[in-house]
């Protein structure tokens, strides 16, 4: 998606640490119109299939997930990080790890949010090592439902995790794939 | 909101503790239509109000904040809850208990997300003892931008927030205030 790499070139930061911020408009700041026109293009990605709920691992995926869940008129369910949250009854659970707390946390999502021939859509903003979206592909699996595939708004696709996930057959979309981040410089994947 | 109401008296789960549980189609499984109109009622509350950036805080109220800017045609701000988060240049810092991390945590918000001449919203989906939103007003003070009021879907009366809030002057609006939640039964503040 030009649009999003030319976005990405003008206010993406890279940190010291080769963490790539692009709060300035889509986390933390979000211009609601460019993020709809970003749930425009993934819904088209997935057009061809009966997707029937979409899934995603809060918290910075959650405004990309609605805006694709309106787009294909489909719910979202939100999966939890694991600490007080208070969901009822029985619940599909798998470990992670999280960047935010520096630690593994366990996923938490209730077991009747998901519908047995539901075919769920996992959409996040940033793909880096793939551990979030392997995660909710192992819940997936749990819960026996079937899976349209993966849509990512940005991916580093230098750290492999995207390809990883392409070869095993995933069904995965990323609108932007991010080749390298060196010197303030970002370069592309060509995209057909 | 009477649809509101009526979806709280069926849904609505009540634990032990007291906490209220609307994860199944609120916060966690979202009805993404049902979530529009609760935005679209929150957008009209607000409609004679040059509302020009919704401010919300990580992690269950994104859904609905990102609706209700999106009714307004306007950007929305997710304060995050520090932890990792990179969060770019000068911070405005707000310390609030939180119930997620039953401990206290500080709100990061960038500067540049605020503009001087913003008239902001504030936008989440639930209101407790308002410590959240206590916090959310604090930092708009601090950072000297005017403040439309707040918007809440679902508000537990009983606690007091509030309307301590309202006392002090702010532009409150809640689409449904639990007036109690004994033995299983809702019973809601009428509203005009």
């Known amino acids: ?51 029937s709920r979409i899934l995603t691992i809060e ?47 366990t996923l938490l999502l209730a077991k009747d949010s998901l519908m047995e021939d539901d ?12 551990e979030a979206v392997g995660a909710l592909l192992a819940i997936l699996r749990h819960a026996g439902v079937s899976v349209a595939g993966v849509g990512i708004a940005v991916e580093k696709g230098f750290e492999g995790g995207g390809d990883r996930l392409r070869e095993s057959g995933v069904n995965l979309h990323s609108l932007a794939i991010i080749q390298s981040a060196e010197d303030g410089n970002f370069t592309f994947r060509p995209q057909p």
């Open 1 to 51: 998606m030009k649009e999003l790499e030319a976005r990405i070139r003008k206010e993406g930061r890279i940190w010291p640490d080769g963490m790539i911020n692009l709060t300035s408009f889509l986390s933390h700041a979000i211009d609601i119109d460019f993020l709809d026109r970003i749930a425009q293009e993934l819904a088209a990605k997935f057009a061809d299939q009966p997707v």
């Open 59 to 105: 918290s910075s995926g959650i405004a990309l997930a609605v805006l694709t869940a309106q787009r294909l008129g489909v719910p979202a369910v939100v999966v939890k990080k694991a600490r007080k949250d208070h969901i009822e009854g029985g619940l599909f659970q798998s470990r992670v790890y999280s960047y935010t707390y520096d630690g593994d946390t």
């Open 119 to 130: 075919h769920v859509l996992i959409i996040d903003d940033f793909l880096s090592r793939g």
